[in-house]
């Protein structure tokens, strides 16, 4: 079983500012299949990126993705007021083939 | 405009039955493999089944298989999650969600809640 791990559990950061976000794998994830979503309070997940660095549809360039093998890194270049959220990475293979982090909090400072 | 509708959630007893359905409009349905995520209240998000396009791969999540069924109607654009043998910690927001070929899950539904209590 490949078990993600985020950090840190909640980042306080301010409008303007850069977050980065870390999530590691106990296992290297096969094929770089990494994504991230965010989600906001009462909304469901929404794909950000995936592959470990494309981003999804629609989704602004201020949001990038990076990483390899056990660990993955989503950086959000200048924090705009609607990006405070929580946000989750998943990942593919392995039994069970599917598996979220326990999620990051980005709150307001 | 791709949309996912989830229904059927509720409050049901411990140990009875509820399925689950969702209706997928705004794109060709049986391109693609569907799954049903889940995140318990003020919990994270778990993964529990997903199917391909063809039924003919099926897969679950530990904590579901053997009393949970995943199926869908290509013909009517529908997804199931049939669940028997309910359990307290099975309460959550039930998502469907749309798999893309990268292992990742890029539209998901606004949610159905299935309350387990007594």
């Known amino acids: 079983e490949i078990v993600l791990t985020q950090s840190p559990d909640t980042l306080s950061l301010s409008p303007g500012e850069r977050a980065t976000l870390s999530c590691r794998a106990s296992?290297?994830?096969?094929?770089?299949?990494l994504a991230w979503y965010q989600q906001k309070v009462g909304q469901a997940p929404r794909l950000l990126i995936y592959?470990?660095?494309s981003r999804a549809t629609g989704i602004p360039d201020r949001f990038s993705g990076s990483g390899s093998g056990t660990d993955f890194t989503l950086t959000v270049s200048r924090l705009e007021p609607e990006d405070f959220a929580v946000y989750y990475c998943?990942?593919?293979?392995?039994?069970?083939?599917?598996?979220f982090g326990q999620g990051t909090k980005l709150e307001i400072k | 405009e791709v949309q996912l509708v989830e229904s059927g959630g509720g409050l049901v007893q411990p140990g009875r039955s509820l399925r689950l359905s969702c209706e997928a409009s705004?794109?060709?349905?049986?391109?693609?493999?569907m799954h049903w995520v889940r995140q318990a209240p003020g919990k994270g998000l778990e993964w529990v089944s997903g199917?391909?396009?063809?039924?003919?791969?099926?897969i679950y999540a530990a904590s579901v298989k053997g009393r949970f069924t995943i199926s869908r109607d290509n013909a009517k654009k529908f997804l199931f999650l049939q669940m028997n043998g309910l359990r307290v910690e099975d309460t959550a927001v039930y998502y469907c969600?749309?798999?893309?070929?990268?292992?990742?899950?890029?539209?998901w539904g606004q949610g159905t809640l299935v309350t387990v209590s007594s």
């Open positions: 969600a749309r798999r893309q070929s990268g292992y990742n899950f890029d539209y």
């Open positions: 705004g794109f060709t349905f049986d391109d693609y493999a």
């Open positions: 199917i391909s396009w063809s039924s003919g791969d099926i």
């Open positions: 296992q290297s994830v096969s094929g770089n299949y």
């Open positions: 592959g470990a660095s």
């Open positions: 998943q990942q593919y293979g392995g039994s069970p083939p599917y598996s």
